[in-house]
């Protein structure tokens, strides 16, 4: 079991997970994750107290499935997840989830090799298919519900009485149960790659290093887009509106700096860097974000 207090360092307790977290809720943060490896397969339940952007991509050669532990505004590059739906995405690619407050996921990931020896032919259109095609999987309730139960159930044990094989035996024939009952949601509203280039034209801009933008013209300058359209694509995608995306991902540009200090590392410059130039507003907005103020942050991680 992984508890962390900062929603960065929370990403990097799964284990051969490359992620990158963004805190999007406001307050201290808690996350926790349970977690069991058995032969070729990972078993976890995650738990976050705050809404975030999440950057993720699973060890290579696996296939990963989310279940959602309760119905909620959860978003797979974009997309939805629906009341009746599970996660699904290929190991070693890059995907995007957006998460609530208090949000709990069941993960189960599998080696491809595995997965193909244990359920056959039945595997090969999920191992095959597009990753766009995989996000969201329609699952009937009661296969939904045996497999969360078969999960807690495992991770409850914490070793005693753990009998591997038997435990991965069970848990193939709920995989099996799932392959054969899941139907892949692939409805896509006409705009979706459109709005979707939006946001990662804006994206793009802040990651490469360029001086970040501070207003909305600026953002609609970077994406070639109109204000009505710049809102719609990150409100539809996203579910921030872009000014809020803009402040929320340079106070955790900040955030990771302070984090992360070298020995001449400032409040003062560190702000700068990511286009905060009153201190006082941002210390204000630092605080409300994440509970606690820049310098309390920058004097944990110095010491």
Avoid at 222 to 240: D, E, K, N, P
Wanted: aromatic residues 8%.
């Amino acid at each position: 079991m992984w508890e962390a207090w900062d929603a960065n360092e929370h990403a990097h307790n799964l284990t051969d997970w490359s992620q990158e977290y963004d805190q999007f809720g406001q307050g201290g943060f808690y996350g926790r994750i349970d977690e069991i490896h058995l032969p070729a397969m990972q078993v976890f339940k995650e738990y976050t107290s705050h809404a975030l952007g999440q950057q993720c991509n699973v060890w290579p050669d696996s296939l990963w499935i989310g279940i959602p532990a309760a119905a909620g505004d959860c978003r797979i590059n974009g997309h939805r997840v629906g009341e009746r739906e599970i996660m699904c995405q290929p190991g070693g690619h890059d995907f995007e989830l957006v998460t609530p407050d208090a949000f709990g996921i069941y993960g189960l990931v599998v080696g491809r090799e595995w997965l193909a020896g244990a359920c056959g032919a039945a595997a090969r259109p999920l191992l095959d298919a597009d990753p766009e095609r995989l996000m969201r999987l329609q699952l009937p309730r009661q296969t939904r519900q045996a497999t969360t139960f078969l999960i807690e159930r495992l991770l409850g044990l914490e070793g005693e009485g753990l009998e591997p094989r038997v435990h991965q035996d069970i848990l193939g024939l709920a995989l099996q149960e799932i392959l054969r009952e899941e139907t892949p949601n692939t409805e896509r509203p006409p705009s979706y790659r459109h709005r979707r280039r939006v946001v990662d034209r804006v994206r793009d801009h802040l990651e490469s290093g360029a001086t970040p933008p501070v207003s909305l013209e600026e953002l609609c300058e970077i994406a070639h887009v109109s204000q009505r359209t710049l809102r719609y694509s990150f409100t539809s995608i996203l579910g921030v509106s872009p000014i809020q995306f803009l402040r929320l991902t340079r106070l955790n540009r900040v955030r990771r700096r302070l984090c992360e200090p070298e020995a001449e590392t400032t409040v003062s410059q560190a702000a700068a860097d990511w286009g905060f130039y009153h201190l006082g507003q941002f210390a204000r907005d630092y605080r409300r974000l994440f509970g606690e103020s820049p310098s309390a942050t920058l004097a944990r991680h110095r010491h």
